[in-house]
C-alpha cells in the first residue's frame, strides 16, 4: 500500500499542478483577447486590414500586470478590441529579434536590463511601461499612450481611435458627448 501510495501521489501532484494553475494566457479566446505576435499582426494586415492595438510591457511592470488583470478582462474592453484590431502583447525587454518586411529590430544590451529596438521605435524613444500603441490598418503610427488605464477609460481611448473619431475631432469632446451618446451604458 505504501508502495502504491508513493508512486501515484508525485503523479496527483502533477496532474494538479498542470490543470488547477493555468496561467493568464490560457483565459484568451473566448474568456480574453486574442493576443498575437507582431509578426501575426503584420502578416494579418496584409489579407484583412484593421488598425493594430500593441501592449508594450515588461515582466517586472506592476501596472502592467494590473491593466492584464483588470482592464484587458473587462467584456466590453474584450468584444470591442476583438471586432476593431489586432491586439498585440510585445515584451519590451524580449531577446527575440523581430523582421517586418525587410526592417529587423533587436534587442539592445545596455544598462542592467536592455531594451527591444521595436519597443523605442513604438514609444518614441521614451519608453514607459505600460504603453498602448495604436497603428492604423498600414502600419503607421496613430499614437502611442503611455500608463495604466481603467476599463472604461481605456474602452474611451479605444472606441476613440478605433472608430475613427480621432480624425473628427478632440478627444475631450469625443469623451463627454459622443462617447456617452454610444455607450451609454459601459
Known amino acids: 500500500m505504501k508502495n502504491?501510495?508513493?508512486s501515484v501521489l508525485p503523479i496527483l501532484l502533477i496532474l494538479v499542478c498542470l490543470t488547477g494553475f493555468q496561467s493568464d494566457k490560457s483565459l484568451s479566446g473566448a474568456q480574453g483577447i486574442q493576443w498575437l505576435t507582431i509578426e501575426q499582426?503584420?502578416?494579418k494586415t496584409k489579407t484583412e486590414p484593421r488598425k493594430i492595438l500593441i501592449d508594450v510591457y515588461t515582466d517586472w511592470c506592476g501596472w502592467c500586470k494590473v491593466m492584464d488583470r483588470?482592464?484587458?478582462r473587462n467584456k466590453a474592453v474584450i468584444d470591442y478590441v476583438s471586432k476593431k484590431y489586432y491586439a498585440v502583447k510585445l515584451d519590451a525587454e524580449q531577446k527575440q529579434p523581430i523582421t517586418l518586411d525587410n526592417t529587423k529590430f533587436e534587442f539592445i544590451a545596455e544598462g542592467g536590463r536592455g531594451?527591444?529596438?521595436l519597443a523605442l521605435a513604438l514609444t518614441n524613444n521614451q519608453p514607459s511601461f505600460p504603453t498602448t500603441v495604436f497603428l492604423d490598418e498600414k502600419f503607421q503610427m496613430i499614437q502611442p499612450l503611455p500608463g495604466y488605464l481603467k476599463a472604461?477609460?481605456?474602452?474611451q481611448v479605444i472606441t476613440f481611435i478605433g472608430d475613427?473619431?480621432?480624425?473628427?475631432?478632440?478627444?475631450?469632446i469625443?469623451?463627454?458627448k459622443t462617447y456617452n451618446a454610444i455607450y451609454a451604458s459601459k
Not at 152 to 155: G, M, N, Q, R, T
Not at 164 to 172: I, L, R, T
Open 164 to 172: 475613427g473619431y480621432y480624425k473628427k475631432e478632440a478627444f475631450e
Open 174 to 176: 469625443y469623451k463627454s
Open 115 to 117: 531594451i527591444h529596438q
Open 4 to 6: 502504491l501510495l508513493n
Open 70 to 72: 483588470e482592464t484587458f
Open 152 to 155: 472604461k477609460e481605456y474602452h
Open 41 to 43: 499582426a503584420y502578416a
